[in-house]
Nanobody, 123 residues
Framework: QVELVESGGGLVQPGGSLTLSCAASGGDFSINAMGWYRQAPGKAREMVATITSGGITDYADSVKGRFTISRDSAKKTVTLQMNSLKPEDTAVYYC?????????????????WGKGTLVTVSS
């Protein structure tokens, strides 16, 4: 079972920056893609940014030009650099990993989620 551990959330003023990190561990697996999703109070969870094993990135329109996602394949980590933060960026941010679990000659796809880290943008 893959475990995703997030870090880096907190309180920041509008216009400030934060960096979120997520590390994947546990068992024998390969990563197809990793990403960040967020859920604000009373709203549905939404994609923020994703990055594939090949380095292809995708961003929500609301964060383009402000957020940057990157990965370290060897360390199985993903980082979200968030700049020019706005109050509407306030949410719980969840790390996501699309993985292939492996055991002997078998493999199966698993979508994994972290427990979430709170980001609050407020003056």
């Amino acid at each position: 079972q893959v475990e995703l551990v997030e870090s880096g959330g907190g309180l920041v003023q509008p216009g400030g920056s934060l960096t979120l990190s997520c590390a994947a561990s546990g068992g024998d697996f390969s990563i197809n893609a990793m990403g960040w999703y967020r859920q604000a109070p009373g709203k549905a969870r939404e994609m923020v940014a994703t990055i594939t094993s090949g380095g292809i990135t995708d961003y929500a329109d609301s964060v383009k030009g402000r957020f940057t996602i990157s990965r370290d394949s060897a360390k199985k980590t993903v980082t979200l650099q968030m700049n020019s933060l706005k109050p509407e960026d306030t949410a719980v941010y969840y790390c996501n990993a699309d993985t292939d679990q492996m055991l002997s000659d078998y493999s199966w796809r698993v979508i994994n989620w972290g427990k979430g880290t709170l980001v609050t943008v407020s003056s």
